[in-house]
């Protein structure tokens, strides 16, 4: 019995019922918004892997330290023609590519969702699977998709998708790539420092952060960057949008935010904009993004239960110049959320909420369709 | 103790805005060990209700009165693990902890206790003295050819230390504790280890030959809490702050 050849990752009944309820409570959320299913390849090329990765960091966590073309990936595969491949780490990348060769050239923008299994390096032992299921849907084009609206409408099914899969206490924290790049400038933090800095972000590493805008404080000392440096300094400390938005005006660079303010008005008018908080302290692990870019945490789960931003430069590298933003919900982080959830009204021996045999009914999901 | 009712209040306020529970309770990986007295003691500073030594000793895991703090004693190489999991939304550990785990935890504040070096360290009969430093001692040469055999807690760490060194052929052997005895039995050449005192490494006739880095306790978060738990962990961040900038001056 135990000898059976079972690899991966695999769902028994109960487990995979939630799991398709996510996925259709998804689909419809994405649907209703006239995004079409894709079936994105479960193989890609090495160079497609590559897309995704972060620089340093992915290949440090890929267990590679000379890092070897596609280390960032879990799986190799030798084609029977000789090819190597690789299975997919993230969806965007190859559905974009889809998108831009077939589907642009006939309409644009493109409205397209898809789920399906990610595959992900992670440190042996730490108890969390390289399989992923992962639900996503992305907006590809000129013109629709290149502005605030675009951004707005995805951040929108963000929270919407959430609330219609019965997620109910969570956030996400909302930052912009070039917003960082302009409170480094107004610092004028260059060179190792800036580097230094900006990976010390990404690692969540705030002591050597603080350490290094510390230095560069003492060596600015008396130039005109204080007011960048002061920004810097309580960066981390920022809890409320306001707060955020305030300090960004104090030193002088919230023309770089002006996008993510209308945004944030936006959702507010909607009436989400309890679930979205201003945070720059956000640097996105792929390296692709160029604009938005957010990740959501809810009450029940350790680890990010949707991310997301804007790639324009991904298609670039497809040979297309069209703009595109998107989405990506972890189902598993769902599952893990809704479970507490249950629990929760289970041990206050109230009514339970959330029952995965009666959510069956499709209009349940239309319920909380945002205003708009 | 006025400052309990002000991190109480914050969790109360955070788990109205969700109108849920969860949100108005907050765990806090704590290490077994030299780092647990101090840990408790910085919290205790903080204003937090903490539980005295022999009595989290004896419980693992101990709910404050009103249960919105809980205190979860483990291993200190396992307090990222929680942390990471949201097992544990705050954490106490050395920085070579995580330095070793490469873990997805944010690390918030150098407590500033528990310091100690990362050191290579060989047996003193087999040390020389640097021939351009006469101050500073050298490794010791391999008993076979150029393959240094390093004993330690810490492979990726000794591994990451001695990648650049292009002489040595270093082979890295993962032991569990008491490194001291691995020159001395002749498992290998030198030890890569944590040093206080140095007193147990004199003790076994062991110098330190290189010193790696300084490490000391870290405060750490998990990502998740961090966001849906920002205000309460704020708080405590800060007042831990305060405390140890008061303390260095």
Request: aromatic content about 6%; hydrophobic content about 45%; charged content about 20%.
């Given at each position: 019995?135990?000898s ?7 769902y028994l009944p ?11 409570s ?16 479960l ?5 497609m892997?590559?897309l ?6 992915a290949?440090?966590n890929?267990g590679?330290p000379?890092?070897?073309?596609g280390a960032?990936?879990?799986?190799a ?12 780490s ?21 409205r ?21 299921l ?6 590809i084009g ?5 502005s ?5 409408e995805?951040?929108?099914?963000a ?9 109910r206490d969570?956030?996400?924290g ?21 580097e ?6 990404a ?7 603080g350490?290094?805008v510390s ?19 309580c ?5 409320s949008?306001?707060?955020a ?10 023309d770089?935010?002006?996008s ?7 959702l ?7 679930h979205?908080r ?7 692990e792929?390296?692709y993004y160029?604009?938005v ?10 680890n990010?239960?949707?991310g ?7 298609l ?11 989405l990506?919900i972890d189902?598993?982080?769902?599952v ?14 109230g009514e339970?909420?959330?029952?995965m ?10 319920r909380v369709?945002s205003?708009? | 103790?006025?400052y309990v ?5 914050v969790?109360v ?12 309770s ?7 060990g ?10 205790e500073k903080?204003g937090?209700?903490v ?6 000793d004896r419980r693992l895991?101990y ?12 291993r ?17 550990t ?11 935890v ?10 100690c070096?990362?050191?290579?360290a ?12 006469p ?6 040469v ?16 000794a591994r990451?230390?001695f ?22 039995a002749g498992l ?11 007193r ?8 330190p ?8 306790a870290?405060l750490?978060?998990n ?8 205000a309460?962990?704020?708080q405590?961040a800060?007042?831990l702050?305060n ?7």
């Amino acid at each position: 019995m135990d000898s059976l050849p079972i690899w991966g990752r695999y769902y028994l009944p109960a487990d995979a019922l939630i799991r398709r309820h996510i996925e259709s409570s998804l689909a419809r959320t994405f649907e209703a918004r006239g995004y079409q299913g894709i079936v994105p390849p479960l193989l890609v090329g090495l160079n497609m892997a590559a897309l995704g990765q972060t620089g340093s960091s992915a290949l440090e966590n890929s267990g590679f330290p000379n890092g070897p073309v596609g280390a960032g990936t879990s799986y190799a595969v030798l084609a029977r023609d000789g090819n190597l491949l690789t299975l997919r780490s993230d969806m965007t990348a190859p559905v974009a590519a889809l998108a831009v060769r077939h589907l642009l050239p006939y309409s644009s923008p493109v409205r397209l969702y898809y789920s399906g299994s990610v595959f992900r390096p992670q440190k042996p032992g730490s108890g969390k699977p390289e399989e992923r299921l992962q639900v996503g849907a992305e907006l590809i084009g000129t013109d629709a998709a290149s502005s605030d609206r675009a951004d707005c409408e995805i951040l929108t099914m963000a929270a919407e998708g959430l609330i219609n899969a019965g997620v109910r206490d969570f956030s996400i924290g909302l930052s912009d790539v070039r917003l960082l790049s302009a409170i480094l400038d107004a610092a004028g933090a260059e060179g190792d420092v800036r580097e230094g800095i900006w990976s010390a972000l990404a690692e969540r590493d705030y002591v050597l952060y603080g350490e290094l805008v510390s230095s560069l404080k003492n060596i600015a000392e008396g130039s005109q960057n204080g007011l960048g440096i002061d920004l810097l300094e309580c960066l981390l400390n920022l809890q409320s949008t306001a707060e955020a938005l305030d300090a960004l005006r104090a030193a002088g660079v919230s023309d770089a935010a002006t996008s993510l303010i209308s945004i944030l008005e936006a959702l507010e008018d909607r009436g989400l904009g309890k679930h979205f908080r201003l945070d720059l302290s956000i640097v996105r692990e792929f390296r692709y993004y160029t604009g938005v870019v957010f990740e959501g945490y809810a009450v029940g789960c350790g680890n990010a239960v949707i991310g997301g931003g804007r790639y324009d430069n991904l298609l670039a590298r497809f040979g297309s110049s069209a703009s595109a933003a998107g989405l990506a919900i972890d189902v598993d982080s769902v599952v893990s959320a809704l479970q507490e959830l249950e629990q929760l009204n289970t041990s206050e021996g109230g009514e339970r909420q959330w029952n995965m045999y009666r959510r069956s009914n499709p209009c349940s999901c239309r319920r909380v369709r945002s205003r708009h | 103790m006025e400052y309990v009712s002000a991190v109480e209040s914050v969790l109360v306020q955070e788990s109205q805005v969700a109108s849920l529970g969860m949100r108005n309770s907050l765990s806090i990986a704590l290490p077994k060990g030299r780092l647990l007295q101090p840990s408790l003691d910085a919290l205790e500073k903080a204003g937090l209700q903490v539980p005295g030594m022999d009595e989290i000793d004896r419980r693992l895991v101990y709910d404050t009165g009103n249960g919105k703090v809980r205190f979860i004693l483990v291993r200190p190489a396992d307090v990222p693990i929680y942390v990471e999991h949201g097992a544990a939304d705050l954490g106490v550990t050395g920085k070579d902890v995580l330095l070793e785990g490469n873990w997805d935890v944010c690390e918030l504040l150098d407590l500033g206790f528990g310091r100690c070096r990362l050191v290579v360290a060989a047996l003193g009969g087999m040390v020389a003295a640097d021939a351009h430093d006469p101050e500073s001692l050298k490794l010791p040469v391999p008993r076979s050819g150029h393959i240094l055999r390093a004993a330690t807690k810490f492979p990726t760490i000794a591994r990451r230390h001695f990648a650049p060194r292009r002489d040595l052929c270093v082979e890295i052997i993962k032991l569990n504790g008491a490194l001291e005895i691995a020159p001395i039995a002749g498992l290998s050449d030198v030890i890569v280890d944590i040093v206080d005192t140095g007193r147990t490494l004199a003790d076994n006739g062991l110098v330190p030959v290189e010193e790696i880095m300084q490490v000391s306790a870290r405060l750490i978060a998990n990502r998740a809490s961090l966001q849906l738990k920002a205000a309460a962990i704020h708080q405590i961040a800060l007042a831990l702050r305060n405390n140890i900038v008061n303390h260095s001056i």
